[in-house]
């Protein structure tokens, strides 16, 4: 058998190894990639760049524990924290105190945004310093298909691809904090030197049949409804990344399918496809970092002191509570 049959035959087995998601999946990009050979599972249009929204804080987390600042440190929430052009209510209050470590845990549990961008002006240098460090970290990561404008996912500029989202989540397994936080249902946390409780906004997180180990969940309208996730299933671990589903039960809809394919139970109705592997596609203009994103998006129910719940939707200003997380 010659060199080029040899060839020939050896890309039709691969062919065969992965399929092509489609027909079968309610998101508009998915990508799932077993950690341990790199080989892409599933996919679903990976290439395009797409807005991600709260998917944004993973990268804010590490660019902040990159910094190694004092977890302790009493950082205060400012008007500046708040989303200029809707000005949403709810989540950390205006004027609280709070550790870093606590606007950490809030950031990535409760996907508060108030947290996020006070985190990031806490960052040596304030924002200015931030955004070279998001920089650095966005080419240090080879995302060539990424562009990050803020720190909470708000601008419907900050987008990346599914390609790029699973080097991102890679990337935040290797940061104990963050696998730690996203990993668990709920967390408590300290504002105004009282205990608060915050859940996750990812409620397969804990849910019969998932083991999590890693999770973050985003909306705005303009990317929909985002999940990047890393889990273990069916004795692998995998990253999953789901971009632009219509509503949180469509989102949650395609990871157990994807849960239930990958554990034999199921066999999604897929094309075949070449077998994928990671690469960059395009290099983004950076541009300036701009004022706070312009789309509201949902955090997750925070519980007071009082017992009560804070509502969802008050830190979005009004945008429908996610019953699935955001």
């Given at each position: ?6 060839l020939f035959a050896c890309g039709l087995l691969l062919a065969c190894s992965t399929v092509r998601?489609?027909d079968a999946f309610n998101s508009t990009h998915v990508l799932v990639v077993d950690d341990s ?290």
């Amino acid at each position: 058998m010659t060199p080029r049959i040899v060839l020939f035959a050896c890309g039709l087995l691969l062919a065969c190894s992965t399929v092509r998601a489609d027909d079968a999946f309610n998101s508009t990009h998915v990508l799932v990639v077993d950690d341990s050979t790199d080989e892409v599972l599933l996919s679903k249009d990976v290439n395009t760049a797409a807005p991600i929204a709260s998917l944004t804080k993973l990268m804010t987390a590490m660019v902040v524990l990159d910094a190694q600042q004092d977890p302790n440190e009493l950082l205060r929430i400012d008007p500046a924290d708040t989303d200029p052009i809707r000005h949403g209510h709810g989540g950390v209050p205006i004027g609280a105190l709070a550790p870093r470590g606590s606007l950490l845990d809030l950031a990535l549990l409760a996907s508060d945004n108030r947290a996020a961008s006070a985190l990031a002006r806490h960052h040596p240098g304030g924002l200015e310093g931030f955004a070279a460090a998001m920089q650095r970290k966005i080419h240090a990561l080879g995302l060539y298909g990424t562009q990050i404008e803020e720190p909470t996912g708000l601008s419907p500029n900050n987008v990346s691809t599914a390609q790029d989202l699973v080097r991102v989540l890679r990337a935040a397994a290797r940061y104990p904090a963050i696998t730690q936080i996203t990993s668990q249902r709920s967390r408590t946390v300290l504002v105004n030197g009282r205990r608060w409780s915050v859940r996750n906004t990812n409620r397969l997180v804990g849910a019969p049949g998932w083991h999590v180990l890693l999770s973050k969940t985003g909306f705005t309208n303009e990317a929909g409804r985002v999940l990047g996730m890393r889990a273990e299933v069916a004795g692998r671990t995998v990253t999953i990344v789901l971009m632009g589903a219509a509503a949180p039960s469509l989102r949650t809809r395609d990871a157990i399918a994807i849960r239930r394919w990958l554990a034999g139970d199921t066999a999604p109705a897929a094309t075949p496809a070449r077998r994928a592997r990671l690469r960059a596609v395009y290099r983004p203009v950076p541009r300036p970092w701009p004022a706070l994103g312009s789309t509201a998006q949902t955090a997750a129910p925070i519980v007071v002191p009082s017992g009560q719940t804070m509502p969802a939707d008050q830190a979005a200003g009004g945008v429908e509570p996610d019953a699935g997380g955001r």
